[in-house]
Nanobody, 122 residues
Framework: QAHLVESGGGLVQPGGSLRLSCAAS????????MGWYRQAPGKQRELVAT???????NYADSVKGRFTISRDNAKNSIFLQMNSLKPEDTAVYYC????????????????WGQGTRVTVTS
């Protein structure tokens, strides 16, 4: 089995920056698309950004121009650089990945991390 672990969340003032990290580990054969999602209290989980194995990116309109997703395939990791943070960015951020597990190479399986909390407030 494979696992995802997020880190980098915290409390920051409006206009500040944070950098989130997500590392995949375990019996990994290969990883396809990875991404970041977030969920605020009382709301549905929503897409923030995704990045393909080849580096193609996609962003939600609400974060475009402020957030940047990147990937390090050698380390099975992705990152989310968040700049110009707003109070509405407050949420738990989850890492997502489609992983072909080494001992189950029949189909890609969707994995989720435990989440890291981001709070933007003055």
């Amino acid at each position: 089995q494979a696992h995802l672990v997020e880190s980098g969340g915290g409390l920051v003032q409006p206009g500040g920056s944070l950098r989130l990290s997500c590392a995949a580990s375990g019996s990994i054969f290969t990883i396809d698309t990875m991404g970041w999602y977030r969920q605020a209290p009382g709301k549905q989980r929503e897409l923030v950004a995704t990045i393909s194995s080849g580096g193609l990116t996609n962003y939600a309109d609400s974060v475009k121009g402020r957030f940047t997703i990147s990937r390090d395939n050698a380390k099975n990791s992705i990152f989310l650089q968040m700049n110009s943070l707003k109070p509405e960015d407050t949420a738990v951020y989850y890492c997502n990945a489609n992983i072909l597990v080494a001992d189950y190479k029949y189909d890609y399986l969707e994995h989720w991390g435990q989440g890291t909390r981001v709070t933007v407030t003055s």
